[in-house]
């Protein structure tokens, strides 16, 4: 949602930023092999990994389907979300996929909107009990509400084909298409993902307050509004973010439609 009025503050906090390099440890457990806890599939086509710095650039960009502006960006290991899957098959089979793969239904892969490609994930289906592991190779499904597209042989594993869709929860277990074992790797894939756009610092809590107000009564539901204790020259300060961004490219984008000029991008 637009907002109507430009806001200008003198005070204002530096981007921090944080690179994936860190996630990628030739120690873990590839994903697929012999001790994954799950298998691949290779029929008609063969399975091949894309794993370059160019696509990972590429493929982390936003984008725009049917009107939407999407936002990949970075987890942490253990991470959950929850909603529905779907799954794609024959009519995508051999076609290439966002990231330049050639689709294999039969391949242990799927598509989401926002994670990075070659994150490992759990499939855990909450209707039936039923779960698999897969790797992240394409983007979708763009449908509200659904999370993740599986491919038709995920989609057995956790018996939802004939009905469609289910409703699952993901966990993620690794990235670089490897699933993270020991728990120095588990912490050395911690990145930023949480994102936030300072709109006021105030001495005095009144004042914050009322730029609180002020912005709850034109945001929508996707953003809150909050205040955070702060210092600055030596003085107590509270400062107004708003928050419900996960990646600096949506936040500066949001920034930047809502001419709040002065306000500052802060990551966490």
């Not at 759990?122 to 039936?128: P, Q, R, Y």
């Not at 509200?144 to 289910?166: E, F, P, Q, W, Y």
């Not at 003085?235 to 930047?256: C, L, M, T």
Request: hydrophobic fraction near 35%.
């Amino acid at each position: 949602m637009l907002l109507s009025t430009k806001f200008y503050f003198a005070i204002g906090i530096g981007f921090i930023l944080t690179g994936c390099g860190s996630v990628y440890k030739s120690s873990y457990i590839p994903y697929g092999s012999s001790n994954s806890s799950s298998k691949s599939y290779n029929k008609n086509i063969p399975t091949h990994m894309k794993n370059s710095k160019a696509m990972h650039r590429a493929t982390m960009r936003p984008y725009t389907v049917l009107g939407k502006r999407y936002y990949p960006t970075y987890a942490h290991i253990g991470d959950t979300f929850r909603g529905i899957a779907s799954w794609y098959g024959p009519n995508f089979h051999a076609k290439k996929t966002s990231n330049g793969e050639i689709y294999n239904m039969y391949a242990m892969t799927a598509a989401s909107k926002t994670l990075p490609m070659n994150t490992v994930v759990k499939v855990d289906n909450l209707d039936n009990g039923k779960s698999t592991v897969v790797r992240i190779n394409d983007r979708g499904p763009f449908v509200t509400g659904r999370i993740i597209d599986l491919s038709n042989a995920a989609a057995h594993k956790i018996d939802m084909v004939k009905k469609g869709t289910a409703h699952v929860r993901l966990t993620v277990l690794g990235f670089n298409g490897k699933i993270a074992t020991t728990a120095q790797e588990k912490d050395e894939v911690q990145t930023i993902s949480n994102y936030y756009i300072q709109v006021g610092v105030f001495s005095r809590i009144a004042g914050a307050k009322i730029t609180k107000q002020r912005f709850e009564m034109i945001l929508d539901d996707n953003h809150k509004v909050i205040l955070k204790d702060g210092i600055f020259r030596g003085g107590k300060v509270k400062r107004v973010w708003i928050s419900g961004f996960r990646s600096e490219a949506e936040a500066r984008d949001f920034k930047d439609e809502n001419n709040l000029i002065g306000a500052m991008i802060i990551a966490q």
